[in-house]
């Protein structure tokens, strides 16, 4: 994507084994570069969420098989890589699906010759995600067009960011919002804060930089904007989407599902194939990542002269909960859309877009 014409990405290898992030713990202050050159480096930015968004800690864990294996390719350095990087966020099953993705092309070669290969499979991954997302834009652009239509305008709310700050260019639920202004379309969205981490902010400094009209909420608006037909569709994300078309997405993403149909208002999932897990049944069975409550308790931002700051809310030793994500059942979503097109939150719609998956 371009901000200012400056063509920018969410990760790209460098040249001396290493690769390069925005820094999102420092956005939408700073657009910051920071470099990663060993396997821990990669951990912790997932951890930490200096990278986030399923599709990129998917492209981010590749990578960092490739750095891992750049220092030793032995056996034993790449089963403890991916043991490390995929005990880093539990939910986004891109994660699990690009560790295995390298496991399967790189153990069968022979120490030597792996770390060449992780780095071409690492482009790889990173070059079919951009390649996916824009054909989920494609797609989902054929949902919001005729929705367009009639009152010439488009009102999208959406959630979290699942823009091409959380994958590796485009984004998933972004890119038909991407592809609809590009069409020409009046397209304006809503974007929900998306408390605690506040995901919501860089969904919009992301369409800041690409002139998108935008308008920020607290997520406890988006059901009255929902009742009061502000909106034409909601249009979100998601970190895993079980066999039955369950989808877990950030936390608040279930209570916009609710009321979206309580309005009569589309509700549309975006995901490429990495998103789908075919071997989780339903919901239920999707693990939900818990973080820390300081998430809660201190604020973030900058200061008067521009420093980054904290503001602690409340006392340390106030009780929270935290998790991170819910599961929105399927009933309550009208469509998921992928890059092989859009098909309803069933078993049956998925299987139809993906006859050739294994339930690994
Ligand atoms: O905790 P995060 O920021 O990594 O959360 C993941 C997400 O970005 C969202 O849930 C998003 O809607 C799906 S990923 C494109």
């Known amino acids: 994507m371009k901000t200012d014409d400056t063509p920018l990405r969410a990760i790209r290898p460098a040249s001396d084994a290493a690769v390069e992030i925005i820094d999102q713990t420092a956005l939408p202050h700073t657009c910051r570069i920071a470099r990663l050159t060993r396997l821990d480096d990669v951990a912790r930015a997932i951890r930490d969420m200096q990278v986030r968004g399923a599709p990129l800690i998917g492209v981010t864990a590749a ?27 539990p939910t986004a099953v891109n994660l699990g699906w690009a560790l295995l993705r390298m496991r399967e092309r790189l153990a069968p070669l022979p120490a030597g010759s792996r770390a060449a290969a992780a780095w071409r499979e690492a482009d790889a991954i990173a070059g079919e995600d951009a390649a ?18 009639g009152r010439g305008r488009l009102d999208v709310m959406t959630h979290c960011n699942a823009g091409w700050l959380a994958a590796a260019d485009f984004g998933t639920a972004l890119a038909p919002i991407y592809a609809a202004f590009e069409a020409g379309i009046e397209t304006h969205v ?6 605690p981490r506040n995901q919501g902010l860089l969904t919009a400094w992301e369409l800041k930089q690409r002139g998108v009209p935008h308008t920020l909420i607290a997520d406890n608006a988006a059901g009255a904007l929902l009742a009061r ?8 994300g998601a970190d895993r989407v079980a066999a039955n078309g369950d989808v877990a997405n950030k936390i608040g993403t279930y209570l916009k599902a609710l009321a979206a149909r309580a309005a009569g208002v589309p509700f549309y999932v975006a995901a490429p194939r990495s998103t789908i897990d075919f071997s989780c049944p339903d919901g239920d069975a999707i693990p939900i990542e818990e973080r820390h409550g300081d998430e809660l308790r201190v604020v973030r931002g900058i200061d008067a002269t521009g420093q980054p700051a904290a503001a602690r809310m409340i006392s340390a030793d106030e009780a929270v909960l935290n998790p991170a994500f819910d599961v929105t059942p ?15 939150a069933t078993a049956a719609g998925l299987r139809a877009l993906y006859p050739e998956a294994r339930d690994v």
Do not use: F, M
Request: charged share 25%; aromatic share 2%.
């Open 229 to 236: 037909g502000r909106a034409d569709a909601v249009l979100v």
């Open 132 to 149: 996916q997302c824009r054909r989920i834009g494609e797609h989902g652009l054929g949902l919001l067009r005729p929705l367009a239509t």
């Open 63 to 89: 990578y960092g098989v490739a750095l891992a294996l750049t220092a030793k390719d032995d056996d034993d350095t790449l089963d403890s890589a991916i043991a490390a990087l995929a005990a880093t966020r």
């Open 190 to 195: 809503w974007v929900s804060e998306t408390r």
């Open 330 to 344: 399927a009933r309550l979503i009208d469509a998921i859309i992928t890059e092989r097109g859009h098909c309803p």
